[in-house]
């Protein structure tokens, strides 16, 4: 079992910063993926970013250069770094992780982002 927390979100205006987090907790070692994904007003849930246990990171293309995910494995928390915001980053935000021993997907709750001007 894998518990999600999620922090951060909130009201930022365009170009500016924010960064959430996410704490795992439970049988996190077993977890291999974790990323974030937003889902906007009227579109699909899309994947933002992703980062394995080794640390290797993929991003969509609309957040590249921009946004960073990382991870504290002594604080079993994954991060994403939220850089030049924009208007259309607006979405509710969900930290997802993934355990094969356990054939599973783990989802916080989604915080919101709103991205002003």
């Known amino acids: 079992q894998v518990q999600l927390v999620q922090s951060g979100g909130g009201l930022v205006q365009a170009r500016g910063s924010l960064k959430l987090g996410c704490v795992s907790s439970?049988?996190?070692?077993?977890?291999?993926?974790m990323g974030w994904y937003r889902q906007a007003p009227g579109k699909e849930r899309e994947l933002v970013a992703t980062i394995t246990s080794g640390d290797v990171t993929n991003y969509a293309d609309s957040v590249k250069g921009r946004f960073t995910i990382s991870r504290d494995n002594a604080k079993n928390t994954v991060y994403l770094q939220m850089n030049s915001v924009k208007p259309e980053d607006t979405a509710v935000y969900f930290c997802?992780?993934?355990?094969?021993?356990?054939?599973?997907?783990?989802w916080g709750k989604g915080t919101l982002v709103t991205v002003s001007s």
């Open positions: 439970g049988n996190t070692i077993c977890i291999k993926l």
């Open positions: 997802h992780a993934h355990s094969p021993a356990y054939g599973m997907t783990y």
